[in-house]
């Protein structure tokens, strides 16, 4: 028995992580996101060059693609290899037949100059006509200059920001530096522990803000629009959902999966074209009560704009295996620099 849905959507990605699994261990275990983020991430995202990046995003848009997802929202980092970046990562997933929107992390982390040459690859993707938002990491790692200018991108673009607000404590001010900046176009990530209201789109990230242990964002607690994310935990859209349901379920036994279902629907909100595409799966019905309880369903068959672009377990356009093996060599280059 199958069942056909659009295309789901990731709202929230870091393509660049998908090198990071079986990366060397950190030079001491991290007790703290801070820790978490200065010993892993950074550390990880200084040592990319645009040949991994390339290769991470393939493989990113590979695993989208063999769990039914059709379009990804990314946020990007490589403060060594910034240039380019977006339109390296559009091309990838444009190869694999994945729709994609981009946005560069500004971030003051690696000086003036870094933070400006962020701004500039959002302005110059964007103006060159990719899809995206004007990217930010997050408000602890801006000046009060960077986040104007930043701001002022998204305004003069009109694309809008993507922004990590509030994911751990030491954002436990971006509310109120946020506060009367935001509009409808914002994607605001996380928000684990935000208390002002904010315009935009929360991005909820329930199996990464389990990972790092952050606490539980509650989302439904806000009237904004909510849409599911991974946070660069593959791009299992319907392993988002079931986590998602989970956790709210674990703090409310009232609550039922069509709220985190609804939070899925929204990604079409932030990604209309994907309503187009057409997934057929393994299992049917495809409804969320069925869902939430049955793991292991999987896409027999995706078509994006018309075109067949998965079939028979593997993609149409591209060599999995060679995308597998091409992105090993670069995670081995990667592990050497780390």
Known sequence: ?????????CSHHHLYSALARGMPSPPKTATTFHEILEQIWWRLDMALDLEMV???????????????TTAIIDHHASPNAIEGSLSVIADACAE?????????????RHGEDGARRGLEENRRFLSEGGRGWVGAHACFTLSDDTLDLVVGLGQDTGAGVHIHVHEGPEDSDAGKRLAGRTDEGWLLAHCVSLEERLDGTILHNPESNMNNSVGYANPGRFENPVALGTDGIGANMLGAFRAAYLKQRESDVTATPETAWSWLEAGWDLFPEARRDAVSWSYEPMDP??????????????????????????????????????????????????
């Not at 028995?1 to 959507?9: F, H, K, R, Y």
């Not at 390339?54 to 039914?68: F, P, Q």
């Not at 694999?96 to 003051?108: K, P, Q, S």
């Open 289 to 338: 009560w069925h869902l939430a309880f049955t793991p292991g369903v999987r896409p027999i068959k995706i078509a994006i704009d018309n075109k067949l672009v998965f079939a028979d377990g593997a993609p149409t356009l591209v060599d999995a295996g060679e995308i597998r093996a091409k992105a090993a060599e670069q995670a081995t280059r990667l592990f050497a620099r780390l």
């Open 96 to 108: 694999v037949g994945v729709r994609v929107a981009c946005a560069y992390e500004v971030t003051d």
């Open 1 to 9: 028995m199958t069942a056909t849905t659009p295309g789901l959507v």
């Open 54 to 68: 390339r290769w991470s995003a393939m493989l990113g848009a590979l695993e989208a693609l063999e769990s039914g």
